[in-house]
């Protein structure tokens, strides 16, 4: 005769099994996890350190184009075949203002002395001393320069040859390493360090090294002595993991709990999942926000991940579609339909006693130089300004592109002075972003201004004649300029 089992004896081994399997499977997690860890933290290292070296080998490209271009300078040639002193510094203090990081720019005989340099007469005499240091006229890898009480920089120098072939001597560039390190600062992760080493083992530029046991990553910068140096500590048992082990018992007391569960949860859990799933189609159908479905189940994990991806791409083709009709294609600003929805605003601003400043800018012989150098060369132009607008214009502020070379820009907050040392900061500024594009073109900005607030009625088109007006002054009075519109008597808002 069969004997009857005893249900709490195989209850209790029921549980010990799925004790017994939680916990290998546990430890075989934990494993898996560190090891993984190890090759993400090293894969991390490796990207980061990719990354700066790319920042590093751009900047040291950049100052060896800018070097080039000075010793290919046609004046240059004059100027060390014929030119006196001080002719020949007044050259390099023209090219050193447009480099900020550059710490002087020297011209050398053919034998690497200076003939004259940058440096202002009254400079100190440790700097002076620096800057006059031979150097070889054709030192293309970077020459590194460290004095004490000065700040640390590197020389590049370019070979000066006559139309014949003859040398001439050379141009020299010292780069203060402050550029190399913002760099740096830039691209390193908490808890990492990144330096970069030269041929003996010294820091060039970085911060100091970790303490114990670390993972590192090298990469050789090109055309120099530099290595760039990546490290991070090693993790053998991280936050992570310790979460994991946590969330690994937890799991296996809620298992146990499941176990004893009534199958009025399971009924419930999966009524749930049903409705979620008919309110999130419904929404979807009616082309409304669609909440995302969080399965209880994974037999539902694939249909509902299918809903949310399809309404998530539904929702951004809208905000896609909403974003392209407020931006300017070409430049990434505001386009004119922008700018007339967020004029009201400002209006209202300016109504309520702030000081608003709409400004109408246009760039000088913009025709002339679609016409002279192309409309690449234009598109060129209006990207050099939009960035300038970019850069300069607050987050209560808005600039945006009307038509062709048109701009427009709402200023709040600033006096008749503020405008004016405004204006002159985007000048300085177009002309430096025209100076990167490598465009030297006799071009400028001339603006109209007008104050919103104060005339009954006004509106969005009486505001842009009046800046207009403006404008035109600007351009008859020379150009390159901004002109602030005056209110004439009989002037109204009709």
């Keep these: 005769m069969h004997a009857p089992a005893s249900l709490r004896r195989h209850f209790l081994w029921l549980l010990l099994g799925v004790v017994a399997v939680f916990a290998s499977g546990i430890a075989l997690s934990i494993w898996f996890s560190l090891r993984a860890g190890g090759q993400e933290q090293q894969r991390f290292l490796r990207l980061e350190a990719v990354q700066t070296r790319a920042g590093v080998v751009r ?30 510094r ?112 010294d820091i060039v530029v970085g911060r100091a090294e ?87 189940y994974v037999e539902f994990e694939a249909a509902a991940q299918d809903i949310n991806q399809i309404a998530l791409h539904l929702q951004e083709q809208r905000s896609r579609l909403e974003r392209l009709s407020l931006t300017d294609p070409l430049t990434g600003l505001p386009n004119r339909r922008a700018f007339e929805t967020r004029f009201p605003q400002a209006q209202g601003l300016a109504e309520r006693q702030h000081p608003v400043a709409l400004i109408l800018l246009d760039i000088d012989h913009f025709k002339e130089v679609n016409d002279r150098h192309g409309h690449g060369v234009g598109d060129q132009v209006l990207l050099a300004l939009a960035q300038s607008l970019k850069d300069l214009t607050r987050r209560a502020d808005l600039a945006a592109r009307l038509a062709g ?20 900061r985007l000048a300085d500024r177009f002309r430096s972003e025209l100076s990167l594009f490598g465009l030297d073109l006799h071009t400028g900005l001339s603006a109209g201004q007008t104050w919103l607030g104060g005339r009954a009625g006004d509106s969005i088109d009486n505001a842009l004649m009046r800046a207009d007006h403006a404008l035109y002054e600007a351009k008859a009075q020379g150009r390159g300029r901004l002109i602030q519109h005056v209110e004439q008597h009989g002037d109204s808002a009709g």
């Design 59 to 88: 900047l040291l490209e950049h100052y060896r184009l800018v070097l080039d271009k000075a010793a290919h300078d046609p004046e240059l040639v004059r100027l060390m075949r014929a030119g006196t002193a001080e002719e020949r």
């Design 210 to 296: 970790i303490a114990g046991r670390s993972g590192a990553v090298r990469q050789a910068i090109p055309d120099s002595d530099w290595t760039l140096v990546a490290r991070s500590p090693l993790q053998f048992f991280s936050l992570g993991g310790q979460q994991q082990v946590l969330a690994g018992l937890a799991t296996l007391g809620l298992v146990l709990l499941l176990l004893a569960a009534s199958l009025f949860r399971v009924r419930r859990a999966m009524l749930n999942d049903i409705v979620s799933t008919r309110d999130a189609l419904t929404a979807l159908a009616h082309d409304d926000p669609v909440p995302s479905i969080m399965p209880h």
């Design 405 to 424: 070379d048109e701009f427009v820009v709402l200023l709040s907050d600033l006096d008749a002075d503020g405008v004016g040392a405004w204006y002159q």
């Design 90 to 201: 007044a050259w390099a203090v023209s090219r050193q203002r447009l480099l900020p990081d550059v710490l002087d720019i020297a011209l050398l005989d053919s034998r690497g002395r200076v003939l004259a340099d940058a440096l202002p007469p009254d400079a100190r005499p440790r700097s002076r001393q620096i800057a006059r240091r031979p150097t070889a006229s054709t030192a293309v890898r970077p020459v590194l320069r460290r004095e004490k009480n000065e700040p640390g920089h590197f020389d590049l120098a370019a070979q000066v040859r006559a139309p014949g072939g003859g040398d001439l001597g050379g141009v020299r560039l010292s780069v203060q390493l402050a550029a190399f390190q913002r760099v740096i600062d830039d691209s390193i992760r908490p808890g990492h360090t990144l330096v970069i080493r030269d041929a003996a083992g």
